[in-house]
């Protein structure tokens, strides 16, 4: 296991963030301990990766179950030996049941600090390591369109008041660094340059979607992400595309996450994604890897990614992920994918014949 530095922070993670967003639904209690004492023991992970709504899909009965079993396990380590991120849910006027007021999630300062105290109890814990907004509290175009829709803009949670929200907890010491998710590289730039200007703590990293069929961080976001400019780590999730890379989609699992999230399947059947898939299967067989394998040790080798978030709904697929961080990710492994990629650069969104 490899470790790097997160970002601009003081945090040295292990190459591998585990991702824990089936826990509570998928995974029962016992299975998830039984994933994280694998990670963290046999292992060497260091970093983990909650958020205050989580398992998925997000639901009133199952909401802060994760939490629960992360802070039952928390209470037997040091605490110290646990690098810590969670999330805050950005606006969402259907997330009634987060808040006291009854009123939907919104990135208020009061909101924040609510949901802080929140996560620290069920987590059993004092402080939070890396505290992210999961998602913006205003209009972006996430979770499929990829246009920004000028009439959809709303009034949203001004910058300044979220930035005042962060740098409050991080004083208070209830967290010590905070992060960004699903933004853009207009909201990075914004927080960016708001908290230099204002002399506080700015964002160390930003958590989105990036895998071998999700590239859109290369085109605005790596350049200002990059450590000469504002040095913000990316963090990305869903390396595996919701396990379409494993080549092992099975349509009739009712379990898969495919299934699971409204809208996943739909995306997936009617894109390029599926011929993709099948390509960049062809070329983990010519170097002897499986898809996961090549998939994994892609996001790994970016310069731009010091861990990757993995998750995993059996003990199989854990440890197929963990050990697929050992391979070695050459210069023709690149040049092959590059070919793919460069015939169809965006294939979550690319429409198939026929397919709109």
Same mark, same amino acid.
């Given at each position: +296991?490899?470790?790097?530095?997160?970002?601009?922070?003081?945090?040295?993670?292990?190459?591998? =963030?585990l991702?824990?967003?089936?826990?509570? $639904?998928?995974?029962?209690?016992?299975?998830?301990?039984?994933?994280?004492?694998?990670?963290?023991?046999?292992?060497?992970?260091?970093?983990i990766?909650?958020?205050?709504?989580?398992?998925?899909?997000?639901?009133?009965?199952?909401?802060?179950?994760?939490?629960?079993?992360?802070?039952?396990?928390?209470?037997?380590?040091p605490?110290?030996?646990?690098?810590?991120?969670?999330k805050? =849910?950005? $606006?969402?006027?259907?997330?009634?049941?987060?808040?006291?007021?009854?009123?939907? %999630?919104?990135v208020? *300062?009061?909101?924040?600090?609510?949901?802080?105290?929140?996560?620290? $109890?069920?987590?059993?814990?004092?402080?939070?390591?890396?505290? /992210?907004i999961?998602?913006?509290?205003?209009?972006?175009?996430?979770?499929?369109?990829?246009?920004?829709?000028?009439?959809?803009?709303?009034?949203?949670?001004?910058?300044?008041?979220?930035?005042?929200?962060?740098?409050?907890?991080?004083?208070?010491?209830?967290?010590?660094?905070?992060?960004? @998710?699903?933004?853009?590289?207009?909201?990075?730039?914004?927080?960016?340059?708001?908290?230099?200007?204002?002399?506080?703590a700015?964002?160390?990293?930003?958590?989105?979607?990036?895998?071998?069929?999700?590239?859109?961080?290369?085109?605005?976001?790596?350049?200002? =992400? @990059?450590?000469?400019? %504002?040095?913000?780590?990316?963090?990305?999730? @869903?390396?595996?595309?919701?396990?379409?890379?494993?080549? *092992?989609?099975?349509?009739?699992?009712?379990?898969?996450?495919?299934?699971?999230?409204?809208?996943?399947?739909?995306?997936?059947?009617?894109?390029?994604?599926?011929?993709?898939?099948? /390509?960049?299967? *062809?070329?983990?067989? $010519?170097?002897?890897?499986?898809?996961?394998?090549?998939?994994?040790?892609?996001?790994?080798?970016?310069?731009?990614?010091?861990?990757?978030?993995?998750?995993?709904?059996?003990?199989?697929?854990?440890?197929?992920?963990?050990? @697929?961080?050992?391979?070695?990710?050459? *210069?023709?492994?690149?040049?092959?994918?590059?070919?793919?990629? +460069?015939?169809?650069?965006?294939?979550?969104?690319?429409?198939?014949?026929?397919?709109?």
């Amino acid at each position: +296991m490899r470790y790097n530095k997160l970002g601009d922070s003081d945090l040295i993670v292990s190459e591998v =963030c585990l991702g824990t967003m089936t826990w509570g $639904k998928q995974n029962t209690e016992e299975e998830a301990i039984q994933q994280l004492n694998t990670a963290f023991d046999d292992f060497g992970v260091n970093f983990i990766d909650t958020a205050e709504g989580y398992p998925i899909p997000l639901q009133p009965e199952t909401s802060g179950a994760t939490d629960i079993i992360i802070g039952k396990w928390m209470k037997q380590r040091p605490r110290d030996q646990v690098i810590l991120a969670t999330k805050v =849910c950005g $606006k969402s006027s259907r997330l009634k049941w987060f808040r006291d007021d009854g009123q939907g %999630t919104r990135v208020t *300062k009061k909101q924040v600090v609510e949901s802080v105290e929140k996560s620290l $109890k069920r987590l059993q814990t004092d402080y939070i390591d890396l505290l /992210q907004i999961h998602w913006p509290d205003r209009y972006v175009p996430l979770f499929g369109p990829n246009k920004y829709d000028i009439t959809l803009e709303t009034p949203a949670v001004p910058f300044e008041e979220q930035l005042e929200a962060m740098n409050e907890l991080i004083q208070q010491g209830k967290i010590r660094h905070w992060g960004l @998710s699903n933004e853009t590289p207009f909201g990075v730039m914004a927080f960016v340059s708001l908290a230099l200007e204002q002399g506080m703590a700015k964002p160390v990293s930003v958590q989105n979607s990036y895998s071998l069929l999700t590239r859109e961080f290369e085109a605005g976001l790596a350049e200002v =992400c @990059s450590p000469s400019h %504002t040095n913000t780590a990316l963090i990305p999730y @869903s390396p595996l595309s919701a396990g379409v890379l494993t080549g *092992k989609y099975d349509g009739d699992n009712s379990n898969c996450r495919l299934n699971l999230l409204k809208g996943y399947r739909a995306r997936y059947e009617s894109s390029s994604a599926p011929s993709a898939v099948q /390509q960049y299967c *062809k070329i983990a067989a $010519k170097y002897g890897l499986t898809p996961t394998q090549l998939a994994l040790s892609f996001v790994a080798s970016r310069p731009f990614v010091p861990s990757t978030l993995i998750g995993s709904t059996s003990q199989e697929q854990l440890l197929e992920n963990l050990n @697929s961080f050992q391979y070695e990710f050459t *210069k023709e492994m690149l040049e092959d994918i590059e070919r793919v990629h +460069m015939a169809c650069p965006d294939p979550w969104r690319t429409p198939q014949p026929g397919g709109g």
